[in-house]
Each structure stands twice: as structure tokens, then as C-alpha cells.
């Protein structure tokens, strides 16, 4: 299989990272484009294939991903349109708001006819192979979903869902990344104020959370039944937890992911 990444910023970019790592793909199958060659040079040195003609790109892959900001969408579809293989190639838009109806509109012909077309959103940890990705499949087959399921399974974790939950989806994980990575920094100062160097209290946080996500993951649990196991009444886990929840932990969190869904 051949895969062509059209835009290579952050999203772009960690893409080809986790493509090229994922063991599925070899680097010279994947192909990547951006307007500005100072963009694609750190990509040579992967072996990808680099060009900065978007038409070229979509000629190249039998997956094309589309990672442009969502403004240039339909500027940049209107572009790779007429080089696209509507009976071979599987279309991916990877654009945050960007609605199947809108794309099925862009990629469109008089003859009515679709390309086999996904939404997909990944998380920037896509680079490093541990994405939270969903799946939403707009004009496609079991057979194509099937294909876009074992890839992004190859970088990490996969889930195919509908377009309505595209909003919650993004905020629980890819603004999530953001949110958990301040809870880092938030856990990281208190631990610096207790007497740790900035470095060995980030260590000990990131190890925590790394603690707390793989037993969640090894034992099924709800999380207040592994929080129950290290709260002794009346101890130091459960003043530190209920000091939290006065301050607003639980409530801010939900309302941050819901200020994070697109309108
Ligand atoms: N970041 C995330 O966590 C995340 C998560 C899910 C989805 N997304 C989606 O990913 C998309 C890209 O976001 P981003 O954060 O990666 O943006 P970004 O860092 O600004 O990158 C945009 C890329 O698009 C390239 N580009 C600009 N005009 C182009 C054109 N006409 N043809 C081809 N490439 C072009 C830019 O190339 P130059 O550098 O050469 O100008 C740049 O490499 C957005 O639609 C966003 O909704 C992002």
C-alpha cells in the first residue's frame, strides 16, 4: 500500500513519523507534500518521498491524506481533484470541522460520482505510534474500512465512529493531549515546590500517570475502584483527592472538554 500525505505540519508530520514507524509501510512507499521545500527537508532524511506539487502526491498513494488547516480545504481539494483515481484511491480528509457533506460537495463530479472518502482524526502522539484515531467512513466500503482499521491500528489505538461524535472525539483526544500534558506541568510545579528539581518531578509524574494508565488498562477497572485501593479512611490520598474536588477538579475538566468541541 502506498500513502500520500498532503501537508506536513504538526498533524502532517507526526503522521509520516508513525507511518514510516509502524512497520506496515516502508518509507519510500509514502509520499508527502507541503509548498515549501524548508517544510519537507526534515522529511528526507526518513526516506520518504517529498515534492511540492500536491498533484504529484495524490497521483502517488492508494491512501491520500488530506492535513491542510481547514480554511484551505477546499482550496486544496479543488486542486488534487482531477488527479484522483476515483475507482482505486481512498480520499482521508484529517481536518477538524470539516463535514463529509462538505467534502462529498468538493470531490463531487457531474456524473455524481465519489471517491471512497474518510473522515480521520488522529492525536499528535501519532508519531510516537500511540494515537487515540477515529475512523468515521463518509462514502466507503467494509473492505476499505477494513484497510484504514489495521492501519491506524499499527499506530496505536483505533476506533470507527460516526461523524456526530467527531466534536466530542476531538476534544476528549486531541485537545486531550494538551489537557493531560497540563496536568503534567500543574503536578510537575507542585512537585518543585515540595523540593524536587524540575526534572526529577516531571519523571516522577509522567512515570505516575504511565502507572495509572497501564492499570487501568491491565485490570479493566472503573478508576474509583484502584482509587478505593490507596485510599485509607481518614489518610493523606483521600485529603489530597477531596482537596482537589473542592478547588473544582472533576467539574473543570468536563467543562474544559466541553468549551474544546467545535461549535
Ligand atoms: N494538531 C492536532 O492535534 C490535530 C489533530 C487532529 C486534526 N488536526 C487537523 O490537521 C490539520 C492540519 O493542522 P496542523 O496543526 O498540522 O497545521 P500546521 O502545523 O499549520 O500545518 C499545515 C501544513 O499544511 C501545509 N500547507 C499549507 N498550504 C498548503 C497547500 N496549499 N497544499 C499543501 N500543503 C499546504 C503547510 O506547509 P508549509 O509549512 O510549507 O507552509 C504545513 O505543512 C488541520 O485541519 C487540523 O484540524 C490537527
Given at each position: 500500500?502506498?500513502?500520500s500525505v498532503i501537508g506536513a505540519g504538526a498533524m502532517g508530520g507526526a503522521m509520516v513519523e508513525g507511518f514510516v514507524k509502524c512497520g506496515m509501510l516502508a518509507a519510500a512507499d509514502i509520499t508527502v507534500s507541503a509548498p515549501h521545500e524548508a517544510t519537507l527537508e526534515r522529511f528526507k532524511s526518513l526516506g520518504v518521498n517529498v515534492t511540492t506539487d500536491n498533484k504529484v502526491a495524490t497521483a502517488a498513494g492508494d491512501v491520500v491524506f488530506v492535513v491542510v488547516k481547514p480554511w484551505?480545504?477546499?482550496?486544496?481539494?479543488?486542486?488534487?481533484?482531477?488527479?484522483?483515481?476515483?475507482?482505486?484511491q481512498i480520499i482521508v480528509s484529517v481536518m477538524a470541522g470539516v463535514s463529509g457533506s462538505q467534502l462529498k460537495e468538493w470531490f463531487g463530479g457531474t456524473d455524481g460520482k465519489q471517491p471512497r472518502l474518510f473522515i480521520v482524526i488522529p492525536n499528535i502522539a501519532i508519531a510516537v505510534k500511540s494515537s487515540m484515531t477515529?475512523?468515521?467512513?463518509?462514502?466507503?466500503?467494509?473492505?476499505?474500512?477494513?484497510?484504514?482499521?489495521?492501519?491506524?491500528d499499527s499506530t496505536g489505538l483505533q476506533m470507527?465512529?460516526?461523524e456526530r461524535l467527531l466534536g466530542a472525539a476531538t476534544t476528549l483526544a486531541s485537545c486531550g493531549i494538551a489537557y493531560a500534558m497540563r496536568y503534567v506541568r500543574a503536578s510537575t510545579e507542585g512537585g518543585v515546590e515540595l523540593g524536587f528539581k524540575a526534572?526529577?518531578?516531571?519523571?516522577?509524574?509522567?512515570?505516575?500517570?504511565?502507572?495509572?494508565?497501564d492499570l487501568l488498562q491491565a485490570s479493566g477497572s472503573h478508576p474509583e475502584v484502584e482509587i478505593d485501593k490507596v485510599t485509607t479512611p481518614g489518610g493523606m490520598t483521600i485529603r489530597g483527592l477531596n482537596e482537589m474536588e473542592h478547588a473544582g477538579f472533576t467539574s473543570s475538566v468536563i467543562r474544559g472538554l466541553k468549551a474544546g468541541m467545535s461549535k
Open positions: 500500500m502506498k500513502i484551505l480545504a477546499e482550496q486544496v481539494i479543488g486542486e488534487i481533484r482531477a488527479a484522483v483515481d476515483y475507482n482505486r477515529f475512523i468515521v467512513p463518509v462514502n466507503a466500503d467494509e473492505e476499505a474500512t477494513a484497510v484504514m482499521a489495521a492501519l491506524f470507527v465512529t460516526e526534572r526529577d518531578a516531571q519523571r516522577i509524574v509522567m512515570q505516575t500517570m504511565k502507572g495509572a494508565v
